[in-house]
């Protein structure tokens, strides 16, 4: 039996969010330029975007390009800038009945690559199916000092008490304060840390590792992960006992 049909369809978790990692290493692997992977990659995520919407997600989101990322060569930034564009494809998405949005500080990015993205959330934005979302130019501590300084200036104005700010004002000040946090976090080519992904959000996320590469990782490596976020028990700082007599009930 395939891990697609082990999926239980009615546990499938709301959001997935996915470190895509291992573009370069799986090119120079087979002897290719760096930017060989980079094209594969993109395609996958097209593939997987198909398998989220088989599974019924609610969101996906794939980690694209962190704030980080400038640092790479402008030759490989240009490159991918390029490739993005490329793949903002709009048929692919109202073909799944899919939605399209973007996380992150995309005023860095070039007009073209801002005008393609304005453009497919438009289009897009009443379809029903899986909304994938692209943290493009984005980091964690950018977002989370974003939100600080959108917190203060509310302060400053008196239109917020110091007393007053919770977690749910501060997740209310972040770019992806339109999402639930998500139940799972994928992250391919054999690393295994965060990268300054979704810090905030993933307080109670459920990480899976996998050594494979991002341009390899398929349909059936996505419902593997699922299937083993479905096993785990998820108790939010609760006792065992307590969660299995809610579930009880």
Request: net charge negative.
């Amino acid at each position: 039996m395939s891990y697609l049909e082990q999926v239980d369809k009615t546990r499938v978790p709301r959001h997935v969010a996915i470190i895509m990692d291992g573009n370069g290493r799986w090119a120079t692997s087979q002897g290719m330029e760096r930017t060989m992977g980079h094209q594969a990659g993109a395609q996958k995520s097209h593939e997987i975007m198909e398998t989220a919407v088989k599974l019924g997600l609610d969101y996906l989101t794939l980690y694209t390009f962190s704030t980080e990322n400038w640092n790479r060569p402008l030759e490989e930034i240009a490159a991918l800038m390029s490739l993005l564009l490329k793949h903002l494809e709009e048929e692919l998405f109202m073909k799944y009945d899919a939605r399209f949005t973007v996380v992150g500080d995309i005023q860095r990015l070039p007009e073209d690559v801002q005008d393609a993205i304005r453009y497919l959330e438009n289009r897009t934005k009443n379809n029903k199916a899986t909304c994938m979302v692209l943290a493009l130019s984005y980091s964690s501590r950018w977002e989370i000092t974003k939100a600080v300084g959108k917190i203060a200036e509310e302060v400053k104005e008196g239109k917020l008490q110091p007393e007053d700010i919770t977690e749910e004002v501060v997740s209310q000040h972040l770019d992806c304060h339109f999402m639930p946090d998500p139940e799972l976090l994928i992250r391919t080519g054999g690393e295994e840390r965060l990268s300054n992904f979704l810090l905030w959000q993933s307080a109670y996320t459920e990480f899976y590792f996998t050594p494979t590469y991002w341009p390899d990782f398929t349909e059936e490596e996505m419902c593997k992960a699922i299937c083993d976020y479905q096993k785990r028990q998820r108790r939010f700082g609760k006792t065992e006992e307590q969660v299995e007599k809610e579930n009880q009930n």
